[in-house]
């Protein structure tokens, strides 16, 4: 049999693959690492990337606070020294999204992730004594990474895993792994000039699925942290592990009769246009009470949005929804216009519109498929509802119940606080673009891990620590 050069390479491959799948799996049961040395952190297999997590975890806890401290802040400083090159490597490896808003949301990872201060401690005292509280580390946690956010998540979950003493083994998405693992690097590499132990985050050069699934296997991983869509999610949840989960979203924008039109539509735009829409929290879909909703298409075309009609519509559904799915139902994007442009997707239904367009405005009705589909692109969907409780009733369904982001514009307090309640979901915004519920332009800390299917909501660094308590009976009472 003769046998061609393809074939050969075919083969040659597989026989590499299948040996690279054994030692996982002999080296899952019994951890037998044999790769001592990475590049900052990113090693060529899994297990190996696991032990050498384990031993630096070993070494990190060993450091005082105050070390832990200002490794911390040099990890915020060596972040802000590289948003651009790691903004430009994430846009330029996954083609998603904005730089300008890319640089925001990694300086927002490195600004507002809490660290440190998270984990105060806490004591009791009474009459039988004194009880104090302090936060323990998990030791490894295996996280996985989506291609949405490849370096803005590691910014976020790194420093707070390490705040709260762990060491990390990222799984990222193989589509973003470059960014992901230079991100790692860098902030191994800082790790390692400020005095701490080297492979404090691991990783390996080419993650896959099947490298997730050792990982949320592996007897070393104490938690797993994922940020995904639902088979993620459901995998990790099937693992049997602790599981801390941020899935999918789907947030609809409720907008009543006493909005701030002005407001609102800039809000909506600039929300909805971030990052051209990849974010999972980003507003989805927008339910307007018919009253308003006039006056409102004329504020958001007033800043940024280009709306279509009639057969441009239906052009740009079917360009940029792969599965229509139905209503009451999720169908799927097209992956080719994910956090693509709105001008690039205007182009493809042969319409020239200014590259400064953030959005593109869709009226449609509520079976619409834009509305049910998480697209994670700037497409964006408006019904039109008689009255506001119409608009919220509807809200809840097309959430799909994944109680992720909701938001609403409103002066009525009562309409605030019944759509706040009734979506019960882990981030809900009032009157402003759904970005401010992560802390960009709203109070509070950030993260890029909002972790709902498990309900730690905006995850910190005390979400990935092990709650301790000592209790002293009857002495230490000063008073
Ligand atoms: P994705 O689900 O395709 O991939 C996410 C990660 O999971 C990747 O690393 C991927 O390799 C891995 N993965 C996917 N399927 C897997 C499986 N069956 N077993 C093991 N690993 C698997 O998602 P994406 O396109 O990278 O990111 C977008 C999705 O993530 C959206 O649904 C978005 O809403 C969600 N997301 C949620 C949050 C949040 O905080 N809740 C944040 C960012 C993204």
């Not at 690279?20 to 900052?40: P, V, Y």
């Not at 105050?66 to 400083?77: D, L, S, V």
């Not at 990783?203 to 099947?210: L, M, Q, R, W």
Request: proline share 5%; hydrophobic share 35%; net charge neutral.
């Amino acid at each position: 049999m003769k046998i061609n050069e393809d074939d050969l390479k075919l083969i040659i491959e597989n026989v590499l693959d299948k040996l690279g799948k054994t030692e996982g799996k002999i080296e899952n049961s019994d951890s037998l690492s044999t790769e001592k040395s990475s590049q900052d952190g990113i090693f060529s297999d899994i297990n190996s990337a696991i032990n050498a997590a384990e031993s630096a975890q070993i070494e990190f806890i060993k450091l005082s606070l105050e070390k832990r401290g200002e490794i911390i802040r040099n990890i915020r400083q060596t972040i802000l020294d590289n948003l651009e090159k790691i903004s430009k490597m994430a846009i330029e490896e996954t083609s998603f999204g904005r730089f300008a808003d890319k640089i925001e949301k990694n300086r927002l990872a490195a600004l507002k992730t809490p660290g440190l201060e998270d984990l105060e401690p806490t004591a009791y005292s009474d009459d039988h004594g004194m009880t104090l509280t302090e936060r323990a580390p998990f030791g490894v946690i295996g996280s996985i990474i989506p291609s949405t956010n490849p370096t803005s998540s590691v910014i976020n979950n790194g420093i707070s895993m390490i705040a709260g003493g762990n060491a990390v083994v990222f799984n990222p998405h193989p589509a973003a792994k470059n960014s992901s693992n230079f991100t790692i690097s860098l902030i191994n590499q800082t790790v390692v000039k400020a005095g701490g132990p080297q492979n404090v985050l691991c990783s390996i050069k080419n993650p896959t699925i099947d490298s997730a699934h050792i990982l949320m296997e592996h007897p070393k991983i104490k938690l797993m942290v994922v940020t995904g869509g639902p088979a993620v999610v459901k995998a990790a949840m099937d693992s049997g592990k602790k599981v801390i989960a941020a899935g999918p979203g789907n947030p609809p924008c409720v907008v009543g009769q006493t909005a701030d039109l002005e407001k609102a539509g800039r809000d909506i735009v600039n929300g909805a246009g971030f990052d051209n829409n990849i974010v999972c929290l980003c507003e989805k879909e927008i339910l307007a009470v018919s009253q308003i909703t006039d006056k409102l298409k004329e504020e958001m075309k007033k800043n940024g949005a280009y709306e279509l009609k009639g057969e441009q519509i239906e052009k740009v559904t079917e360009l940029v929804i792969a599965d229509p799915g139905k209503p009451g139902h999720e169908g799927a994007p097209n992956k080719k216009y994910v956090g693509k442009d709105a001008y690039l997707i205007a182009r493809d239904i042969g319409l020239t519109i200014s590259p400064e367009t953030r959005i593109l405005l869709c009226e449609v009705n509520k079976e619409h498929p834009l509305v049910w589909t998480e697209q994670l692109l700037p497409v964006i969907p408006l019904v039109r509802f008689d009255c506001i409780d119409d608009a919220m009733d509807f809200a809840l369904k097309c959430e799909h119940g994944f109680r992720h982001t909701a938001s609403i514009h409103s002066k009525n307090i009562a309409t605030l606080s019944k759509m706040a309640k009734m979506m019960d979901c882990s981030l809900f915004i009032k009157n402003g673009p759904n970005y401010s519920g992560i802390g960009f332009g709203g109070a509070g800390y950030t993260s890029f891990t909002i972790a709902t299917p498990t309900g730690e909501g905006m995850t910190r660094a005390r979400t990935f620590t092990r709650e301790r308590r000592c209790v002293l009976v009857g002495y230490f009472r000063i008073v």
